[in-house]
């Protein structure tokens, strides 16, 4: 899948559901690969060859779900309340 495709296709999802949209495509593409060869040696020799096609991303699009907006809101809420805990906070130096 070209990027520009990805890019569209997850539009509002967070950095992080896309990395585990690419990495669920990759073990796709792994499992896929070792399903098809004779035995170890064989998928090592094979391995070289390995692609990440974009039915592995289609699939793992269908299996991975972007965070719901309600739940980016809690995190953004949850974020904002501890940059502003943090702010409030003075510098203790360490102990000697």
């Known amino acids: 899948m070209k990027p520009d495709e990805l890019a569209r296709k997850t539009e509002g999802y967070t950095g992080a559901d ?3 949209i690419c990495n669920t495509a990759v073990m796709l593409s792994i499992k896929e690969h070792i399903g098809k060869a004779k035995d ?3 998928a090592k020799k094979r391995a070289k060859g390995l692609k990440v ?3 592995h991303y289609d699939e793992a699009m269908q ?3 972007p965070i719901s907006s309600q739940e980016l809101r809690m995190y953004e809420r949850f974020s904002q309340q501890f ?3 943090k702010a409030g906070l003075q510098k203790v ?3 000697a």
């Open 18 to 20: 896309i990395a585990s």
């Open 40 to 42: 170890p040696e064989d």
């Open 53 to 55: 096609a974009k039915r």
């Open 63 to 65: 299996k991975v779900k």
């Open 83 to 85: 940059a502003d805990t």
């Open 93 to 95: 130096p360490a102990p």
